[in-house]
């Protein structure tokens, strides 16, 4: 089956330690992307990645940390210096600029 | 004025009956529409796309799109209870420097039996 997948679907950690959030597609797509949801928001962008070894900052990068080694993975890393870290925190892809992106299950990321 | 709005509901419609998502935005040289359906505690999974102005029909959902009045809205006929969710409503724009998909916060729907 084709699809996004997303580990862990929970995550815990205490205040001060950085964690890595998992995201692998294995659509084909060259785009992949960060958001973060909170209650009653929209979804804010964190990082995208059009092509392999590259990537760029989205509306709210400050904190996030990402990579683009290969195709299907594109992690993302919260770190300590993200003041508000607890969030659902979704990974997309799209075959193409413009098009429709596909959603992976989502990590709930809760900082205590 | 944010730049993909959405009236935040909950809209309560009955069983069977018609229900009408809105949704406006900022960007007039705006391309591309997107509808996504989100239950409680999921990810969003994507309805429909519409990128020409008029109307796109797939099964019980109709995409409304009026890039003029830079609107673009959501019809669902027979509503069922299973269609209780939020639909996000996304916009593909030029902003902050770049393209990027935006989107609205939302309308929670409930339909009753």
């Known amino acids: 089956d084709g699809g996004i997948t997303q580990s862990p679907k929970y995550l815990f950690r205490k205040e001060g330690q950085n964690v890595t959030l998992s995201c692998e597609q294995n659509?084909?797509?060259?785009?992949m992307y960060w958001y973060r949801q909170d209650p009653g928001q929209g979804l804010r962008l964190i990082y995208y990645?059009?092509?392999?070894?590259?990537?760029q900052k989205g509306d709210i990068a400050e904190g996030y940390s990402v990579s683009r080694e290969k195709k299907e993975s594109f992690p993302l890393t919260v770190t300590s210096a993200q003041k508000n870290p607890t969030a659902f925190y979704l990974c997309?892809?799209?075959?193409?600029?413009?098009?429709?992106?596909?959603f992976g299950p989502g990590t709930r990321l809760t900082v205590t | 004025q944010k730049e993909v709005e959405q009236n935040s509901g909950p809209l309560s419609v009955p069983e069977g009956a018609i229900a009408s998502l809105n949704c406006t935005y900022s960007?007039?040289?705006?391309?591309?529409f997107f509808w996504y359906r989100q239950y409680s505690g999921k990810s969003p999974e994507l309805i429909m796309f519409?990128?020409?102005?008029g109307d796109k029909e797939d099964g019980r959902f109709t995409a409304q799109l009026n890039k003029a009045s830079q609107y673009v809205s959501l019809l669902i006929r027979d509503s069922q209870p299973s269609d209780s969710a939020t639909y996000l409503c996304?916009?593909?724009?030029?902003?902050?420097?770049?393209?990027?998909?935006?989107f609205g916060a939302g309308t929670r729907l409930a339909v009753h039996p």
């Open positions: 659509l084909n797509h060259d785009a």
């Open positions: 960007d007039r040289g705006s391309q591309s």
């Open positions: 990645s059009q092509i392999v070894n590259d990537f």
């Open positions: 996304a916009v593909f724009m030029f902003s902050g420097g770049y393209n990027k998909l935006i």
């Open positions: 519409i990128y020409s102005n």
């Open positions: 997309a892809s799209t075959p193409g600029q413009g098009s429709e992106q596909y």
